[in-house]
Every structure is written in C-alpha cells, then in structure tokens.
C-alpha cells in the first residue's frame, strides 16, 4: 500500500503570512495515464472534508486562489500564500493513483 | 450533488449494521463510489469502493471479509453492510462520490459493550 507523509503535523501560522504542507509518497504517484492524482482536502471541526486541490495544482472551482499545490513524483506541497481565519483546520493529502490513500492530517492554526 | 448517509448508531462488538448512501443531483451508475471514515479526534481512513459498472470492488485490509459495498440502481444508493464489528470500527462513515469532490455529512458507527 502507498503510505502518505505529511509534515508537520501541527501548523501554527500568523494571519496574511504563508504557509506550507508537505507531502511525500512511499512511491510514485504517477499514474500509467500520464496523470498525477494527488488531492488536497481542508476539513474545518465538525464538518466533512472539502477538496481544494486535485492532480497536483488544479483548483476546484471556487476555491480561492491563495491556495496553490505544486510537486510531482513522490513529493508535493500545499501552499496557502496569505492565511485567513477561515484557513483553519486540518489539511490532508490524498492519493488516488493507487486506491486511495490519505495522510495523517496537518493541523492549521491561528497563533 | 447530495450525499445523505444513513443507518449509523450503537452495536455491540461483532453485531452487524448496514449504511446506506443516498445520492441526489446524479446517478451512481455513472461514477465509482466509496465509503472513508474517521474514527473520534483522528485522520481520514479509506474503507471500501464500487466501480462505476459495479463490477470492481476495493476494500481496506482492516474491513476486509467483513464489510461489503454494494449498490442499487433504482434506487440510486450505495451501501456498506458491516459484520463482526470491531470496537475499532467506531468511526464516522462518509460516503463519497468519483474523485472525491463530494461528501456527504457522514453517519456516526459506535461499536461498544
């Protein structure tokens, strides 16, 4: 099975700085389609997860652009370019290339 | 698109439960759908998949022989029938359609003496 790494795991951050999670597959997440299915999820407490990243650096619509994802291979990063209040929670990475696998969850808050 | 869970609730270890995932907004013939879950103040856990053709299944190691995922047409659900379940089986269930754009609000599975 792939096993997916997040770092860090707690992410303390100063509103309108950046920030950064990264994460790293045990393998290749290239899929033999040419793609790289790698998801970025941000869950807020007591809701259920929403996707803001998919294949590596595609926004879902309406998500704003602040948030960018980049990498490929095995490794890959979210970056959020100015943190808003709302940005809090825990950002997980997703791999769909092979099943699917999620990483541990990075925890986002405001200091 | 709307994802509702249902069937969630209190079952002793190695009882059994069914969920169901009805889905709204499209039909679940057309895409593959899966259940992840999220055991209290933890991450995120892949549980099982349907294909899109409802010939493919996929289940986690964990679940494996005792979940299984299934689907009706007519009535444009999913489900996962849960036996021997385990206390670490506690988790919320959510169910999720293709790629992992939609969620649904998840059902809460307690398993406990």
């Known amino acids: 099975d792939v096993v997916m790494t997040q770092s860090p795991l707690s992410l303390p951050v100063t509103l309108g700085q950046a920030a950064s999670i990264s994460c790293r597959s045990s393998q290749s997440l290239v899929h033999s389609d040419g793609n790289t299915y790698l998801n970025w999820f941000h869950q807020r407490p007591g809701q259920s997860p929403r996707r803001l990243i998919y294949q590596v650096s595609k926004r879902v619509s309406g998500v704003p652009d602040r948030f960018s994802g980049s990498g490929s291979g095995t490794d890959f990063t979210l970056r959020i370019s100015r943190v808003e209040a709302e940005d809090v929670g825990v950002y997980y990475c997703?791999?769909?290339?092979?099943?699917?696998?999620f990483g541990q969850g990075t925890k986002v808050e405001i200091k | 698109v709307q994802l509702v869970e249902s069937g969630g609730g209190l079952v002793q270890p190695g009882g059994s439960l069914r969920l169901s995932c009805s889905a709204s907004?499209?039909?679940?013939?057309?895409?593959?759908m899966h259940w992840v879950r999220q055991a209290p103040g933890k991450g995120l856990q892949y549980v099982s998949a349907?294909?899109?053709?409802?010939?493919?299944?996929y289940y986690a190691d964990s679940v494996k022989g005792r979940f299984t995922i299934s689907r009706d047409i007519s009535k444009n659900s999913v489900y996962l029938q849960m036996s021997s379940l385990r206390v670490e089986d506690t988790a919320i269930y959510y169910c999720?359609?293709?790629?992992?754009?939609?969620w649904g609000q998840g059902t809460l599975v307690t398993v406990s003496s």
């Open positions: 997703m791999q769909s290339t092979h099943a699917w696998t």
């Open positions: 999720v359609r293709a790629w992992g754009g939609d």
């Open positions: 907004g499209f039909t679940v013939s057309r895409y593959a």
């Open positions: 349907i294909s899109s053709n409802g010939g493919v299944t």
